[in-house]
T-cell receptor, first 107, second 118 residues
Framework: SYELTQPPSVSVSPGQTARITCSGD??????AYWYQQKSGQAPVLVIY???QRPSGIPERFSGSSSGTMATLTISGAQVEDEADYYC??????????FGGGTKLTVL | QVQLVESGGGLVKPGGSLRLSCAAS????????MSWIRQAPGKGLEWVSS????????FYVDSVKGRFTISRDNAKNSLYLQMNSLRAEDTAVYYC???????????WGQGTLITVSS
């Protein structure tokens, strides 16, 4: 079955660039999306269709995808960016599919 | 504004049943596929089930097949999840979410907690 693989954790100091990767065999054919989830809250979409940023999302959030790897980049990470980040795509039936999630620590 | 409000969560014994509801407003409910997504305590997001705009196409994750039933009532702008034969591993926050087919989950509820314990 199709899977999306993320690192469990990433840690950066404030102001540094954080990069979170997501690998999946179908990513060359499917868009990658990224959700941010803070403790006790519902997920929020921060990147859609590989590299598009929804309105209201800070410019420091960007996305890219090449081959089987998608990457979420947070340039100049801030303390308030500390959260869990989930890579998302869809499976062969068009159903939602999540990566395991990456805990971003900014300190 | 867009709202998805889940209800029906609570504490249930193993083997018991619950019915979750999700009331939608602020968007054209019948234009969107709907899903139930769950998150066990301290764990990641897991897709549970999806239903097409008309309700004619339904999918489930393998672990709930034969136990959970998703349905929708477009006239009432509502989504449902009937959960039978509940197990401890079904303990989670359950979110309803709306999306266009094969695209991102655009709308999310705030979730409702299901605890399966004796």
């Amino acid at each position: 079955s199709y899977e999306l693989t993320q690192p469990p954790s990433v840690s950066v100091s404030p102001g540094q660039t954080a990069r979170i990767t997501c690998s999946g065999d179908a990513l060359p054919k499917k868009y990658a999306y990224w959700y941010q989830q803070k403790s006790g809250q519902a997920p929020v979409l921060v990147i859609y269709e590989d590299s598009q940023r929804p309105s209201g999302i800070p410019e420091r959030f960007s996305g890219s995808s090449s081959g089987t790897m998608a990457t979420l980049t947070i340039s100049g990470a801030q303390v308030e960016d500390e959260a869990d980040y989930y890579c998302y795509s869809t499976d062969s039936s068009g159903n939602p599919l999540f990566g395991g999630g990456t805990k971003l620590t900014v300190l | 504004q867009v709202q998805l409000v889940e209800s029906g969560g609570g504490l249930v014994k193993p083997g018991g049943s619950l019915r979750l509801s999700c009331a939608a407003s602020g968007f054209i409910f019948s234009d969107y596929y709907m899903s139930w997504i769950r998150q066990a305590p301290g764990k990641g997001l897991e897709w549970v089930s999806s239903i097409s705009t008309s309700g004619s196409t339904i999918f489930y994750v393998d672990s709930v097949k034969g136990r959970f039933t998703i349905s929708r009532d477009n006239a009432k702008n509502s989504l449902y999840l009937q959960m039978n034969s509940l197990r401890a591993e079904d303990t989670a926050v359950y979110y309803c979410a709306g999306y266009y087919y094969d695209s991102s989950l655009d709308f999310w509820g705030q979730g409702t907690l299901i605890t399966v314990s004796s």
